[in-house]
């Protein structure tokens, strides 16, 4: 009897579904790393054990073969970002994971996002609100749980909306005509700025994967450090449980060869590093690192604009998603399409939020008043972007 059935297990056990995993971003309907097992296992150093909980959906047309289509990774919370309500959140650490959606296979996308809900609706022990603070709010992904949601009578809140840059190449796109497409008015501007920057010395432009990649962190967090990050204590390498996150997420993502680290160098001194992992042809941007005494360089964007070069010169990913949250100005970067994203919640079997969606609303204004009374004391925000 053919049909799909949902687990539920823990972080260690989920750590051996890594193959399982790797062919379902595969057969995506839209792959994401964050739910991934090296992701979720990297996770633990940060989250208790207890409070990670894994579904994974399972089709099966014959009693000895099962194939994995879909995965959630979930972590239990219950604090004041909550409103003490109890919540699922997903991605187990949206500080420096840039999606909340399920992966599902495309082939039985419908099917595994019901699956899921109703797990979730029929589970007794289990939190009846999702918290979703990096949910695309487009594409075939959200409109499969959107999907989900109706049928198991759920109700998606959005608190917050913003436009992500993501990088989506067409056929025949060469560097200049992407430039000139994604970059409209500002192409002018933006390329004799980067002109400039190769007129003043040597750029170089270095790609890192697997293992060369691994060792290319010790220098990212050096940079990182030698910023405002590090005065200001913030700095991944200021913080020794984020500093052993980071490095046992770039060995489990390299030994999947799916690390990178872009390097771009002004007369062999590094100007600014960017932070990648990659599924199924799709590449997301965790971090970012520059040399802030070259701010004349505008080195976050030159960075951007030679990597998009180097994408544009062999086998461009069909997807680079910027990772950029809703503090970041889109205009700052050089990747052209925009993707809408929202900071969600969803109300499982029911049609209203309280505590958690109060929270959520709150946390949202205050940071406006937080702006606008910087802005009126003419103190600027500490930089959030490249």
Same mark, same amino acid.
């Given at each position: 009897?053919?049909?799909?059935?949902?687990?539920?297990?823990?972080?260690?056990?989920?750590?051996? =579904?890594? &193959?399982?995993?790797?062919?379902?971003?595969?057969?995506?309907?839209? &792959?994401?790393?964050?739910?991934?097992?090296?992701?979720?296992?990297?996770?633990?150093?940060?989250?208790?054990?207890?409070?990670?909980?894994?579904?994974?959906?399972?089709?099966?047309?014959?009693?000895?073969?099962?194939?994995?289509?879909?995965?959630?990774?979930?972590?239990?919370?219950?604090?004041?970002?909550?409103?003490?309500?109890?919540?699922l959140v997903a991605p187990?650490?949206?500080?420096?994971?840039?999606?909340?959606?399920?992966?599902?296979?495309? /082939?039985?996308?419908?099917?595994?996002?019901?699956? =899921?809900?109703?797990?979730?609706?029929?589970?007794?022990?289990? &939190?009846?609100t999702l918290a979703l603070p990096l949910l695309p709010l487009e594409g075939p992904g959200h409109a499969a749980l959107a999907e989900a949601c109706r049928t198991t009578g759920s109700v998606i809140a959005t608190c917050e909306r913003w436009a992500r840059p993501v990088m989506i190449a067409q056929p025949g796109d060469d560097p200049e005509r992407y430039l000139r497409r994604a970059l409209g008015s500002a192409y002018k501007k933006r390329m004799q700025q980067f002109r400039a920057v190769i007129k003043s010395g040597a750029l170089t432009f270095r790609r890192s994967r697997g293992q060369a990649a691994v060792e290319a962190l010790d220098s990212f967090l050096t940079l990182e450090a030698a910023g405002w990050k590090g005065k200001a204590g913030t700095a991944i390498a200021c913080?020794?449980? /984020?500093?052993?996150?980071?490095?046992?997420?770039?060995?489990?993502?390299?030994?999947?060869?799916?690390?990178?680290?872009?390097?771009? =160098?002004?007369?062999?001194?590094?100007?600014?590093?960017? =932070?990648?992992?990659?599924?199924?042809?799709?590449?997301?941007?965790?971090?970012?690192?520059?040399?802030?005494?070259?701010?004349?360089?505008?080195?976050?964007?030159?960075?951007?604009?030679?990597?998009?070069?180097?994408?544009?010169?062999?086998?461009p990913p069909e997807c680079l998603d910027s990772g950029a949250g809703d503090g970041v100005d889109a205009g700052t970067y050089v990747w052209g399409e925009r993707r809408e994203m929202g900071n969600a919640l969803i109300g499982i079997g029911r049609s209203r939020i309280g505590l958690a969606r109060a929270a959520a609303l709150s946390r949202m204004w205050l940071r406006r008043l937080r702006e606008a009374v910087r802005a009126r004391s003419g103190r600027a925000s500490p930089p959030k972007h490249p």
């Open positions: 009897m053919s049909g799909i059935v949902v687990r539920r297990i823990g972080p260690a056990a989920y750590a051996a =579904l890594g &193959p399982a995993f790797a062919e379902l971003a595969r057969h995506a309907l839209e &792959p994401n790393p964050h739910m991934a097992p090296a992701a979720v296992s990297a996770a633990t150093l940060l989250a208790e054990e207890d409070d990670i909980v894994v579904l994974c959906a399972w089709y099966s047309e014959a009693l000895d073969f099962e194939q994995l289509v879909g995965v959630w990774a979930f972590r239990r919370e219950r604090d004041w970002r909550s409103g003490f309500a109890a919540v187990v650490l949206p500080l420096y994971e840039v999606s909340s959606l399920p992966v599902v296979d495309r /082939d039985h996308a419908l099917e595994a996002s019901r699956a =899921l809900m109703r797990y979730l609706l029929a589970s007794g022990d289990l &939190p009846r913080i020794p449980e /984020d500093t052993a996150y980071f490095r046992r997420l770039a060995a489990l993502f390299a030994a999947e060869d799916c690390l990178l680290v872009d390097t771009l =160098l002004l007369d062999g001194k590094t100007l600014a590093m960017g =932070l990648l992992i990659e599924s199924a042809g799709r590449r997301h941007f965790l971090k970012i690192a520059y040399d802030e005494t070259q701010g004349r360089h505008s080195p976050g964007r030159t960075l951007t604009v030679a990597m998009l070069r180097a994408d544009l010169a062999g086998t």
